[in-house]
């Protein structure tokens, strides 16, 4: 079955580095790719998305670009802050509306 | 506008009562999912609801059973609780059933089963 697997966390960086959360996936066909964020305690927002291979999604200056030859959606900024600290999902959706989720990266920015 | 309600917000149970939880979907979203969360196995897709039919169901025993109202709003039960249903449940809306659609997630039910 379709399945998302996402860098290990968590990961800890200090304010304005560069932050890269690797996402890849499994699927038949193809699907659409998300990153959303849970920030603490608050609900799941989605983040980006790209719906077809080579669309680049972007948000709040996070990027991340599907790349069907390595069935990739890697999460990117330039410069983090310290709000940017939350968990990170990858998630693929294909036809219906089940969301497959990667397990999660926590991501913590010090100042 | 109202986003994704989910109640009760937090709930305490004892192994083998059942439970009940309910989600108002944002107005005029008619597709109504719902995943469960834990440390262990992370998110995890339950069910979806459309139209007052359940269109996907994900891999969890029988005892997990959903539905949907013609009003739009769902409500899950877990019958006979185990420890191990110990976990955030979240629901999240959309304004139809396909993929194309976002999903906006509610703020979950955090469940324990003591």
């Known amino acids: 079955g379709d399945s998302v697997t996402q860098m290990e966390g968590p990961v800890t960086l200090s304010e304005e580095a560069f932050l890269t959360i690797n996402c890849t996936y499994t699927a038949t066909g193809y699907p659409s790719l998300f990153w959303y964020v849970q920030y603490p305690g608050e609900g799941l927002q989605l983040l980006l998305k790209?719906?077809?291979?080579?669309d680049k999604g972007s948000n709040k200056g996070f990027e991340a670009t599907y790349r069907k030859e390595t069935t990739s959606f890697h999460l990117e900024k330039g410069s983090v802050q310290v709000s940017d600290s939350a968990v990170y999902f990858c998630v693929l959706i294909q036809g219906a509306q089940k969301l497959v989720f990667g397990q999660g990266t926590r991501l913590t920015i010090n100042p | 506008k109202a986003g994704v309600t989910q109640t009760p917000r937090y709930l305490i149970k004892t192994r083998g009562q059942q439970v009940t939880l309910s989600c108002s979907p944002i107005s005029g979203h008619r597709s109504v999912s719902w995943y469960q969360q834990t440390p262990g196995q992370g998110l995890q897709f339950l069910f979806e609801y459309f139209s007052e039919t359940q269109r996907n169901k994900g891999n969890f025993p029988g005892r997990f059973s959903g539905r949907q109202f013609s009003n739009s709003r769902s409500e899950m039960n877990v019958s006979t609780l185990e420890l191990g249903d110990s976990a955030l449940y979240l629901c999240a809306s959309s304004l139809g059933a396909s993929g194309g659609y976002e999903q906006y997630f509610g703020p979950g039910t955090r469940l324990t089963v003591t």
């Open positions: 790209a719906t077809k291979a080579d």
